[in-house]
């Protein structure tokens, strides 16, 4: 889940908020998804060699291959991660972002090099897909009964049908909208004349909650009429501009009344009138994110003891907390104050798997052609 730069309501410059559902690339919001010519990127943190492969200690070190903001940014959890773990297991965590993400070890695989790395953590549907689609072997190592707090991981954000992504946190797609001028509540409502030009939608080709949208959308309409609702939104003027940061920021400038955004925008924000949630048809679109511990793991025991450990449920609470989300479990141990202001739709939606391959590339691509031409 790849956290967001977001504006806080003190003016006191960026913070962030997560987002994860993936844009079929690997990178950030913003789509590059790495250099684009089958190569490794370096742009790791940590220590690492040239080839993206962390250096050999002696010590017991989990390696972790995760997102840029979840160890980098306004408070973000990696750090929190590593100095609880290290205080009470006989392990150290070592952090790598490489910035293709998961193409990165993609493509080591397919070469068969070495993939000297224990966990991926941040891990989406999407990117699941890819990995089955485009690799004979796997990737991950099956885990999901083995490892101990699985059970307690609620049924609906359960993403992988062969138990190797154990969800850690999940986000809601939503609208962020100003009370004051519109009142969204249906699909509908966005098509309606009276609110011509006030919605501002992300690219579904280049960032994750434009995918997440246009899934919502897919979900509500159907695969055979989803078109034809998007025809309606464009009749209507509906602004798709390319990134979360594109169109929040439009939406903060005050360019539009309503915004594809996340269901925590008041986290940072406040109950204020241009930061109310919308859940269209009570709804939202659940974007759950996993780790995965890599089938030839360094140190697979201590990546073990790891996943259980962020499965935890005062660890489950603060995983939420920083990561601007909500818990994978049902016991975590969530701040009051966090809890009020983070709000979960009445009726999550999302697809699954099965529903997902085989289906996903060609719904984007048709949408596109109608689009952004």
């Known amino acids: 889940m790849k956290r967001r730069t977001f504006v806080s309501a003190t003016g006191g410059g960026l913070v962030a908020l997560s987002g994860c559902l993936g844009n079929g690339n690997g990178g950030d919001d913003n789509g590059t998804g790495g ?3 089958g190569e490794d990127d370096n742009g790791e943190n940590g220590t690492d060699t040239d080839d993206g492969t962390p250096t050999p200690t002696e010590d017991t070190t989990v390696t972790i291959a995760t997102y840029d903001s979840f160890v980098d940014g306004n408070d973000p959890v990696g750090p929190w991660l590593k100095e609880e773990f290290e205080a009470e297991y006989d392990a150290g965590i070592e ?4 910035s293709s993400g998961i193409n990165q070890y993609i493509q080591r695989a397919q070469r068969g090099a070495d993939i000297d790395v224990d966990l991926y953590v941040g891990l989406n549907v999407d990117e699941l897909i890819r990995i089955d689609e485009q690799l004979d072997s796997s990737l991950f190592d099956p885990l999901d009964g083995d490892i101990s707090g699985t059970d307690r991981v609620r ?8 138990g190797r992504a154990i969800p850690y946190d999940t986000g809601y797609i939503s ?5 004051r001028e519109v009142t969204p509540e249906t699909f509908e409502d966005l098509t309606d004349p009276d609110n011509a030009g006030e919605l501002i ?3 579904a080709q280049q960032s994750d909650p434009g995918v997440a ?3 919502w959308t897919i979900h509500e309409f159907g695969p055979d009429e989803y078109l034809d609702y998007w025809a309606d939104l464009e009749d209507n003027d509906v602004r798709v501009l390319g990134s979360w940061d594109d169109a929040y920021n439009a939406y903060l400038n005050e360019e539009a009344d309503m915004v594809v955004s996340y269901s925590t925008d008041q986290v940072y924000n406040g109950d204020v009138p241009r930061h ?3 859940f269209l048809n009570d709804q939202g679109y659940a974007q759950p994110e996993g780790m995965a511990r890599f089938a030839d793991a360094p140190n697979p025991d201590a990546a073990r003891d790891l996943m259980e450990f962020m499965l935890r449920p005062d660890v489950q609470g603060v995983i939420a907390e920083k990561n601007v989300q909500f818990p994978a479990v049902e016991d975590a141990e969530l701040d009051e104050e966090f809890d009020a202001v983070a709000h979960v739709p009445p009726e999550p939606v999302t697809f699954g798997y099965d529903e997902l ?8 691509e048709a949408w596109a052609r109608q689009i952004v031409g």
């Open 357 to 364: 391959a085989g289906n996903l590339d060609g719904w984007i």
């Open 201 to 203: 939608v992300q690219n």
């Open 95 to 98: 952090f790598l972002t490489p």
């Open 155 to 162: 049924d609906e954000l359960r993403f992988d049908p062969d």
């Open 276 to 278: 109310q949630i919308g």
């Open 175 to 179: 609208l962020v909208y100003d009370e």
């Open 213 to 215: 949208f246009l899934l």
């Open 35 to 37: 250099n684009g010519n």
